[in-house]
Structures are given as structure tokens and as C-alpha cells.
């Protein structure tokens, strides 16, 4: 079967990939689209770094085609997305409401691909970027059938991750101000979080100006191409800043951008061994930085929910989806990617 395929020096989308039977507590999916996630780009740069080979892809939807002993709650034919978060259910964190927590599903790879006999592992227990892929049951949900492949594909990481950080983890109220630092992907995906909680004034704050007009169209009541420009908007400060670019100098911006109680919430990825700084004294008015794991989720619930914001309008997938691909045009997907020419690309099977 074809996937893209990581080997350490170069990518590459093969057609030689065996994927092996779901096991007890296991589902095998046919997978149908899944979303370019620059978590994935961020593997073969080496800014997240995971043993290789490795099949990419983390943020995919598709269709059972198997089921191993002890599942219930799918069946084969049902479509479902699938999140990345492989937690043991059994934990005390998972057991407090915490699966994002969950020890036993973060840094232990699988390895249930192979080609030509070579064990290959899987990226953040999930690798979409495959015809096929075998995940733990209490990865996969299932959704609604009316719902496109591309666009359900992107609730499992990018609208998890930027709408659950909103919700879940800053916890954004009615009223309240948000500043959005970069628009991509998981900037959008904040914005409408931000817009659905109720707040008031949302900032969105991204270098390049033609994303003001999906910006907007997200959430955004304003829009600025630095953050320069927020204290005008915002004279005492924001409630909440989320910083989705991954650079050390924004989240400082970030920190200082925050008013009496505000929130600086750290989305981007930075190389590993970043640090930021910041001016201690100023955190003593009840300021916090908050990191945030995967939009603090629960995806067996929060998957259901945003699929049903999205039948009821309220939630935008089918504007995330710029761009979709042919698998075998990963590269161009990817190009595309890094030139910001897309919000979210997918490939498809």
C-alpha cells in the first residue's frame, strides 16, 4: 500500500507499505484524507525529533475496515476521524479527566508498518499519511457520514488542538479579549474557539496581510500585521494571547501583551531547547503561561461536539480545506505549506 515515508534523510511516498491486523483493542482504518500538519514538516526538519523510518501524518479521517476483540463502539463501514491521542484510559490522569496526560501515550512509538520486511514506526500513534493504519479503539470516533473526508479529517488535530485550547484550557468567557498570534492552521482554528466562547475583542496578528480576510472570516474583529499595534486596540491589555507561531521573541510579545489575570497560552512549536524570557515582576498581577498539549482534549467527546458545531454552522471545517492533493503530490503539498500559500492542505487516498 502507498504512504509517505520518512527514512531520515528524505521523504518519500512509497507503495510498498504492510500494515499488520488490529489486535484486541484496535481498529484498522481505511484512511481517506488527511490534513498537512506542519508537526509532520517539523519531523523531517528535525524540530520534533522521532525515530525513523517513519510513516508522517497524525490528522486523518477515513472508514473501519477491521476491528479487533473487545471493540464496541465502532463498527466496520462507520467513518470516523481519528485523534492521536492513545491514552490507557486505566491512569490516574486519564482516570481525573486528563487524557493529554496520559504517561503511557506520550514517547512510546509502534511499529505496525513494515516494507519489505523492515519494521517501520508510527508517527504520534496515528500516521494518516497511509492507505491504512491500525490505532488504538479509543482513538477513532465516529461521525456523521454527511460529513466530507477532507474536512473531518481536521478536527483531529487542528481544530482539537486550536478551538480545545480555547475552550478546554484558557477557558475564554463571554466578553472577554483574545489576541491570536499567526493565522495558520491552528490560528484559525483558535479564532473560531475564541469566536464560539463569546469573546468580545479578537486580534488576530500575523505577518503576512492577506490573511485578513479568512482571519476575519474565522473570528478576527481586528487585525494587525505586529503586535504593535494591540495596545491601541486593547489600551490595559488582553485576556488571553495565544502565541501559534513557535518563536521565542512572540512569546515574550506574547507575555507582555497580557492585562491584570490575562493568560499567555504557548501553542507553536519551537525548536527543541528554546527558551524564552520574560520580566518576572510583571507576573505578580495574576498573570500565567500556560503551556497546552493537544487543545487539553478529550477527543471522544470533543470530536462528537465540533462535528455537531459544524452541522449546526457554527464551527467552519470545509473553509480550512484550501487545498487537497493527490498523495503522490506530498511534496508540492508540502511546499505549499511552508510558503503559508494554504491554511491547511490535504492529501487524499
Same mark, same amino acid.
Given at each position: 500500500m502507498r504512504g509517505v515515508l520518512f527514512d531520515g534523510q528524505r521523504v518519500e511516498v512509497v507503495d510498498?507499505?504492510?500494515?499488520?491486523? +488490529?489486535?484486541?483493542g484496535e481498529v484498522r482504518v481505511a484512511i481517506s484524507a488527511a490534513g498537512l500538519c506542519h508537526s509532520d514538516l517539523s519531523v523531517v526538519d528535525g524540530t520534533i525529533p522521532f525515530?525513523?523510518? #517513519?510513516? $508522517?501524518?497524525?490528522? &486523518? %479521517?477515513?472508514? !473501519?475496515?477491521?476491528?479487533?476483540? &473487545? !471493540?464496541?463502539?465502532?463498527? #466496520?463501514?462507520?467513518?470516523?476521524? $481519528?485523534?492521536?491521542?492513545? @491514552?490507557?484510559?486505566?491512569?490516574?490522569? =486519564?482516570?481525573?479527566g486528563r487524557p493529554t496526560m496520559c504517561r503511557r501515550a506520550i514517547g512510546r512509538p509502534g511499529q505496525p508498518f513494515t516494507q519489505g520486511g523492515? +519494521?517501520?514506526? *508510527?508517527?504520534? =500513534? @496515528?500516521?494518516?499519511?497511509?492507505?491504512?493504519?491500525?490505532v488504538k479503539a479509543v482513538q477513532v470516533v465516529r461521525i456523521p457520514k454527511d460529513i466530507s473526508m477532507p474536512s473531518a479529517a481536521l478536527i483531529g488535530c487542528g481544530v482539537l488542538t486550536g478551538v480545545g485550547a480555547v475552550l478546554n484550557r484558557a477557558k475564554v468567557d463571554r466578553g472577554d479579549s483574545v489576541v491570536v498570534i499567526g493565522t495558520g492552521g491552528i490560528g484559525l482554528n483558535v $479564532? *473560531? &474557539? %475564541?469566536?464560539?466562547? &463569546?469573546?468580545?475583542?479578537? !486580534?488576530? !496578528?500575523d505577518a503576512n496581510p492577506a490573511k485578513e480576510a479568512v482571519a476575519r472570516q474565522f473570528g478576527a474583529t481586528e487585525f494587525l500585521t505586529s503586535t504593535e499595534g494591540v495596545r491601541e486596540l486593547l489600551p490595559t491589555g488582553a485576556d488571553h494571547v495565544f502565541e501559534c507561531v513557535g518563536r521565542v521573541e512572540l512569546v515574550r510579545q506574547a507575555v507582555g501583551l497580557l492585562d491584570r489575570h490575562g493568560q499567555a497560552v504557548l501553542l507553536g512549536m519551537p525548536p527543541a531547547g528554546a527558551e524564552a524570557s520574560f520580566v518576572v515582576a510583571s507576573m505578580f498581577l495574576d498573570k500565567s503561561i500556560l503551556g497546552c498539549r493537544y487543545g487539553s482534549s478529550r477527543p471522544q467527546r470533543d470530536i462528537a461536539l465540533y462535528a455537531q458545531l459544524y452541522r449546526d454552522g457554527r464551527l467552519l471545517l470545509d473553509e480550512l480545506v484550501t487545498q487537497t492533493y493527490p498523495v503522490e503530490e506530498f511534496e508540492r503539498a508540502a511546499a505549499d505549506a511552508e510558503a503559508g500559500k494554504v491554511a491547511r492542505g490535504v492529501l487524499t487516498f
Open positions: 510498498d507499505l504492510e500494515v499488520r491486523d +488490529p489486535g484486541p525515530p525513523v523510518p #517513519v510513516v $508522517l501524518g497524525h490528522e &486523518g %479521517a477515513g472508514v !473501519v475496515e477491521a476491528v479487533g476483540d &473487545g !471493540v464496541t463502539h465502532v463498527s #466496520v463501514g462507520d467513518h470516523v476521524a $481519528l485523534s492521536t491521542l492513545a @491514552n490507557c484510559g486505566t491512569c490516574a490522569d =486519564c482516570d481525573r523492515r +519494521p517501520v514506526f *508510527q508517527f504520534a =500513534c @496515528n500516521s494518516a499519511f497511509a492507505e491504512r493504519t491500525v $479564532l *473560531q &474557539g %475564541a469566536r464560539i466562547a &463569546g469573546a468580545l475583542r479578537i !486580534v488576530a !496578528v
